[in-house]
C-alpha cells in the first residue's frame, strides 16, 4: 500500500475538497454494490470496502450491498465431503447444498460483512431475499448455451420473478445500510439460490440506482490476449460471448450488468476489488478501475 503518512495537512484538504462535485451530484442517489471475490476474503481489503461502504453512507448516497460467497460455500461442501459443480457459471444445487448455501451465505458471510459495517461506524441490517417478501424466484431453466434444445436441470437454482424493494427503502430512509444474501423463494417457499450478480443487476434495475458496482477478483473483463477491456458496448458483449471470450463467473456477472444498463441504471461498473479503497477511488474521483458497461 501507498504510504499515506508523509502527505503533508494542506494536500490532504486538497485531496478531500476535490470530492465535494462528486458527493454533491450522488447525494441521496442509491448504489448497488456487489461485494466478490477479493474483497470479501482479504482483511485489510475488507477493512477497506467497509470504511469506504460507511463513508459513502455518511456524505448521504445510499449504498446497498449484495454479496456472493463462492469460497466460503465451496470449502463448506468439502468439509462435507461434497464437490462444487458449475454449469454456464452457475453453481448446481442440490437439495443438501441448497441447505450449505443458506447457512453459509445467511448464517456467517453476511454477518461477517453486518459486523464489519458496524465496526467501521455504520448501522447496518443483513437480510435474505425472503426478508419483507423482497425476492420472488422460480427454478431456473438453464438453457445451454450451445444446443438451445437442451436444457440443464439445475437442482434449486432460482431465476427472479420479482423483486419487492420496499424494505429496502424503509431501511434506507433510516440510515440503515442493506447487506442482502441473494437468496430467494418460491410459491410453496421452497429456497432458491441465485446469483449474487444477477441479484444485485435486479435490484439496480428495481432500485433505480444511480450505479451499480461489482467487485470482483480480476481487473475488469479481459479480451483473448488478457488485456482490459475498459468500456463495453452491447454488440461487443455479443461478440465476446459468440467467441467464447467470457466464461465461468464472468457469463452472469456481464450478462447481468447488460441488463441493468439497458433498464435505465446510469452507470454500470464490473471493478478490480484487489484494489484498496477502489470503491471511494470509484465513485469521488475521475480514476476508473475495470470496465464499464455501455447500455448500446
Ligand atoms: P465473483 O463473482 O466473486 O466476482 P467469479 O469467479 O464468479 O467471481 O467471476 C470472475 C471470474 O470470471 C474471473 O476470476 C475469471 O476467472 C472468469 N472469467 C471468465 N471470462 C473472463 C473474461 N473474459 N474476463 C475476465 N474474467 C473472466
Ligand atoms: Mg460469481
Known amino acids: ?6 502527505i503533508s495537512p494542506r494536500d490532504k484538504a486538497e485531496i478531500l475538497a476535490q470530492a465535494l462535485p462528486y458527493i454533491r451530484k450522488f447525494h441521496g442517489k442509491t448504489m448497488v454494490i456487489k461485494y466478490g471475490g477479493n474483497a470479501m476474503t482479504d ?8 470504511e469506504d461502504v460507511v463513508l459513502l453512507k455518511l456524505v448521504g448516497i445510499n449504498p446497498v450491498v449484495v454479496h456472493g460467497g463462492g469460497p466460503q460455500i465451496e470449502t463448506a461442501l468439502k468439509r462435507l465431503g ?25 448464517g456467517e458471510v453476511q454477518q461477517d460483512i453486518v459486523g464489519l459495517l458496524n465496526q467501521a461506524g ?10 419483507g417478501g423482497m425476492i420472488r424466484a422460480q427454478k431456473l431453466q438453464m438453457v445451454d448455451s450451445s444446443d438451445p434444445a437442451k436444457v440443464h436441470d439445475m437442482g434449486q437454482v432460482g431465476d427472479i420473478v420479482s423483486i419487492d424493494p420496499s424494505v429496502v427503502k424503509a431501511l434506507q430512509d433510516d440510515a440503515f445500510i442493506p447487506v442482502i444474501s441473494p437468496i430467494g423463494f ?3 417457499n421452497e429456497s432458491y ?7 444485485a443487476a435486479k435490484l439496480a434495475t428495481v432500485l433505480q440506482a444511480e450505479k451499480l458496482m461489482m467487485l470482483t477478483n480480476i481487473s475488469g473483463v479481459l479480451d483473448k490476449a488478457g488485456n482490459l477491456l475498459t468500456d463495453l458496448s452491447a454488440r461487443q458483449i455479443d461478440e465476446l460471448f459468440l467467441d467464447g ?9 456481464i450478462s447481468g450488468a447488460l441488463d441493468a444498463a439497458k433498464s ?7 471493478i478490480d476489488g484487489r484494489v484498496p479503497h477502489v470503491l471511494l477511488l470509484e465513485i469521488l474521483t475521475d480514476q476508473a478501475f475495470g470496465t464499464m458497461i455501455r447500455s448500446h
Open 1 to 6: 500500500m501507498t504510504d499515506v503518512t508523509n
Open 43 to 50: 482483511p485489510a481489503l475488507q477493512a477497506d470496502f467497509a
Open 82 to 106: 461434497k464437490k462444487g459443480e458449475f454449469i454456464q457459471g452457475m453453481r448446481v444445487t442440490d437439495a443438501e447444498t441448497m441447505e450449505v448455501v443458506e447457512w453459509v451465505l445467511a
Open 122 to 131: 455504520g448501522k447496518a441490517v443483513g437480510l435474505t431475499g425472503r426478508d
Open 186 to 188: 418460491g410459491e410453496n
Open 193 to 199: 439460490n441465485i446469483n449474487a450478480d444477477v441479484v
Open 245 to 253: 471470450t467470457i466464461s465461468g463467473g464472468m457469463l452472469p456477472k
Open 264 to 270: 435505465g441504471v446510469n452507470a454500470v461498473h464490473i
